[in-house]
């Protein structure tokens, strides 16, 4: 049973910064790929960051996101338990003020060139907001 668990979500200045974490358990590290996306009122889900937990495939971020958000993993992976990856945001805008969710997809048998963050993403956590002002 795959759970995943947002948490970090915040309200912050423009400029400021924050760091979202994504608690999951379920599924073999190894064997997954996590995406953080956001969803802002009246607009569509938008792909923000997506990485390879296996670190075989690129780690992939949206144009609008690159060279403010890091996508990363807790150094401390296990294959039994909770692991948790981060998305750090700096230089937050306004236009980054949305409801925040991570998701994960078993993608180790997905071929190797494929953009992680293009995924139909399976398991999903309830979303932690972040408001920008």
Same mark, same amino acid.
């Given at each position: 049973?795959?759970?995943? /668990?947002? &948490? ?7 400029? +400021?910064?924050? #760091?979202? !974490? ?33 670190? /075989?495939? &690129? ?7 690159? +060279?403010?958000? #890091?996508? !990363? ?61």
């Amino acid at each position: 049973h795959v759970q995943l /668990v947002e &948490s970090g979500g915040g309200s912050v200045q423009a400029g +400021g910064s924050l #760091t979202l !974490s994504c608690t999951y358990s379920g599924y073999a590290y190894k064997e997954v790929c996590i995406g953080w996306f956001r969803r802002a009122p009246g607009k569509e889900r938008e792909g923000v960051a997506a990485m390879d937990m296996d670190s /075989v495939r &690129s780690t992939s971020y949206a144009d609008s996101v690159k +060279g403010r958000f #890091t996508i !990363s993993k807790d150094p401390r992976s296990v294959d039994n338990g909770e692991n948790i990856v981060y998305l750090q945001m700096n230089n937050l805008k306004s236009e980054d003020t949305a409801m925040y969710y991570c998701a994960a997809e078993p993608c180790a048998l997905y071929e190797l060139e494929g953009d992680p963050l293009r995924y139909a993403y399976t398991y999903w956590g309830q979303g932690t907001q972040v408001t920008v002002s």
